[in-house]
């Protein structure tokens, strides 16, 4: 059992900046990917961003450009930097760790809210 604990969410005017981490209960060296997700009211949940244990990132076209994701080994914890904020990001965003190629085993974490308002 893998834990996620998502934190860093808030309430941010238009054009602010938040950095999400996504804390993990064990080392990140054994997750294949970690990624973002987010959840708007009345939406399905979407992918943000994902880095893998290789650190091959990639983006939604949506974010590209303004989020960046990271790692940081030694705290077992990945971080979601998001600039240039806009109340469409606005949602619950949501950590998940896939375990290995087969995409079949993954945990999620419990989400955090991000608003964007002014």
């Known amino acids: 059992q893998v834990q996620l604990v998502e934190s860093g969410g808030g309430l941010v005017q238009p054009g602010g900046s938040l950095r999400l981490s996504c804390a993990a209960s064990?080392?990140?060296?054994?997750?294949?990917?970690m990624g973002w997700y987010r959840q708007a009211p009345g939406k399905q949940r979407e992918w943000v961003a994902s880095?893998?244990?290789?650190?091959?990132?990639n983006y939604a076209d949506s974010v590209e450009g303004r989020f960046t994701i990271s790692r940081d080994n030694a705290k077992n914890t990945v971080y979601l930097q998001m600039n240039s904020l806009k109340p469409d990001d606005t949602a619950v965003y949501y950590c998940?760790?896939?375990?290995?190629?087969?995409?079949?085993?993954?945990?999620w974490g419990q989400g955090t809210q991000v608003t964007v308002s002014s």
């Open positions: 998940k760790a896939v375990m290995d190629y087969s995409g079949n085993y993954y945990y």
């Open positions: 064990i080392s990140i060296f054994d997750i294949f990917a």
């Open positions: 880095i893998t244990s290789g650190s091959n990132i």
